[in-house]
């Protein structure tokens, strides 16, 4: 195992990968789907980029199995996080990833979200470190590709449970990278990441060590691998409504002259197209999906906020999609006298 400012190593059962960039996409439930992906890939053509979360479980009865056939029609690097607290089943959903074309399969152990933690999975692993072990053991020995992990320090505030010995105990399961989210179960996406105690896990390993929470932008993500030592960074939320912020990153950390921030046409437009995309695929309840996107994204330009608050009122995809070409068309005019 070896890493660099600009390659991480993966060495998987059979297949080695390559990691040429230091940023990576979080798996975000609900968010990045192909069509978000297919965004994110515009400004970022090597950053590893994930599925949204998959249900092992559901694959397993036969469901979600468009999430890893979209896989074959992708460029660059896909990984495909699973989830679940039953070995068998995760080897099984790890196998049909592999076989789908992922470029790694990453294993959650850290989603808080109580419907999922409750049943075991996510970050109810982090309670049972033998069984967390048993699921890295057995799926690293099922596929050729590498494995990977994603946690938290651990599931109470008072950080009861050791996040240094669990990250051990997952390294010498078999997982070839690990990510840490620098919050517990407990918190969520509360309070402040800790990026001192992503240090200690990283000081401790052996492996590749991601660090994740709280990087909206390139300074964060300098000021975070300072503080860890980590061999890269995750980005999640900080890249919902701007997908082009991957690329910005690894820009940066690449010592590349950073492209600026698209202007207020160049939003409408991506807006416009995420919209159809998900009309194309989801019918009229692709607009449902679209209105956190848009309102995530239509900010920082005249008539954002009024352009915002008329598309998630939208009834029909129709109604969305002329206040938009509306803006559009409003913006051209304003480019003409500028």
Same mark, same amino acid.
């Given at each position: 195992m070896?890493?660099?400012l600009?390659?991480?190593?993966?060495?998987?059962r059979?297949?080695?990968r390559t990691l040429?960039?230091r940023?990576?996409?979080s798996p975000?439930?609900?968010?990045s789907?192909?069509i978000f992906r297919k965004?994110?890939?515009?400004?970022?053509?090597?950053a590893?980029?994930?599925?949204?979360m998959?249900?092992a479980?559901?694959?397993g009865?036969?469901?979600?199995?468009?999430?890893?056939e979209e896989?074959a029609k992708e460029?660059?690097p896909i990984?495909?996080?699973?989830?679940d607290?039953r070995?068998a089943v995760?080897v099984e959903?790890a196998?049909k990833?592999e076989d789908c074309g992922?470029?790694?399969i990453?294993?959650?152990?850290?989603?808080p979200v109580?419907k999922?933690?409750?049943?075991?999975?996510g970050?109810?692993?982090?309670?049972?470190?033998e069984?967390?072990?048993r699921i890295?053991?057995?799926?690293?020995?099922?596929v050729?590709i590498?494995?990977?992990v994603?946690t938290?320090l651990?599931?109470n505030?008072?950080?009861?449970?050791d996040p240094?010995?669990?990250?051990?105990r997952?390294q010498d399961a %078999? =997982?070839?990278? /690990?990510?840490v989210?620098g919050?517990?179960r407990? *918190? &969520?996406f509360?309070?402040?990441?800790?990026w001192?105690?992503?240090?200690k896990?990283?000081?401790?390993?052996?492996?590749p060590?991601i660090?994740?929470?709280?990087?909206?932008?390139?300074?964060?993500?300098?000021r975070?691998l300072?503080?860890?030592?980590a061999?890269g960074v995750m980005i999640?939320?900080?890249s919902? %409504? =701007?997908?082009? /912020?991957?690329g910005q990153i690894d820009?940066?950390? *690449? &010592?590349?002259k950073?492209?600026?921030t698209p202007?207020?046409?160049?939003?409408v437009?991506?807006?416009?197209?995420?919209?159809?995309?998900?009309l194309?695929r989801?019918?009229e309840?692709g607009?449902?999906?679209?209105r956190?996107?848009?309102?995530w994204?239509?900010k920082?330009?005249p008539g954002?906020?009024?352009?915002?608050?008329?598309?998630?009122r939208a009834e029909?995809s129709?109604e969305?999609i002329?206040?938009?070409?509306k803006?559009?068309?409003?913006l051209?005019e304003?480019n003409?006298?500028?």
């Amino acid at each position: 195992m070896t890493s660099s400012l600009r390659e991480l190593i993966i060495q998987g059962r059979g297949v080695t990968r390559t990691l040429r960039s230091r940023v990576l996409q979080s798996p975000l439930a609900g968010v990045s789907d192909q069509i978000f992906r297919k965004l994110v890939r515009r400004w970022a053509p090597e950053a590893l980029l994930f599925t949204e979360m998959v249900s092992a479980n559901r694959l397993g009865l036969g469901n979600d199995s468009y999430k890893l056939e979209e896989l074959a029609k992708e460029k660059g690097p896909i990984g495909v996080q699973l989830f679940d607290h039953r070995p068998a089943v995760m080897v099984e959903a790890a196998i049909k990833a592999e076989d789908c074309g992922a470029f790694l399969i990453d294993i959650n152990m850290g989603c808080p979200v109580k419907k999922i933690a409750r049943k075991g999975g996510g970050s109810g692993l982090l309670k049972e470190p033998e069984l967390a072990e048993r699921i890295v053991n057995k799926v690293a020995n099922a596929v050729q590709i590498p494995v990977t992990v994603k946690t938290r320090l651990g599931s109470n505030k008072d950080g009861s449970l050791d996040p240094v010995n669990f990250a051990l105990r997952i390294q010498d399961a %078999g =997982a070839q990278l /690990l990510t840490v989210h620098g919050r517990t179960r407990t *918190q &969520g996406f509360s309070g402040n990441a800790n990026w001192i105690a992503i240090s200690k896990v990283k000081s401790a390993l052996r492996i590749p060590v991601i660090a994740n929470g709280d990087i909206q932008d390139a300074n964060d993500a300098f000021r975070c691998l300072e503080i860890t030592g980590a061999d890269g960074v995750m980005i999640g939320r900080g890249s919902m %409504g =701007a997908p082009w /912020l991957i690329g910005q990153i690894d820009c940066a950390l *690449q &010592g590349k002259k950073v492209f600026e921030t698209p202007g207020p046409k160049e939003i409408v437009t991506l807006v416009l197209y995420q919209l159809q995309e998900l009309l194309e695929r989801k019918g009229e309840h692709g607009l449902l999906i679209a209105r956190k996107h848009m309102n995530w994204t239509c900010k920082g330009f005249p008539g954002a906020d009024t352009l915002r608050h008329s598309l998630i009122r939208a009834e029909t995809s129709k109604e969305a999609i002329t206040l938009l070409e509306k803006q559009l068309q409003l913006l051209s005019e304003i480019n003409q006298y500028d």
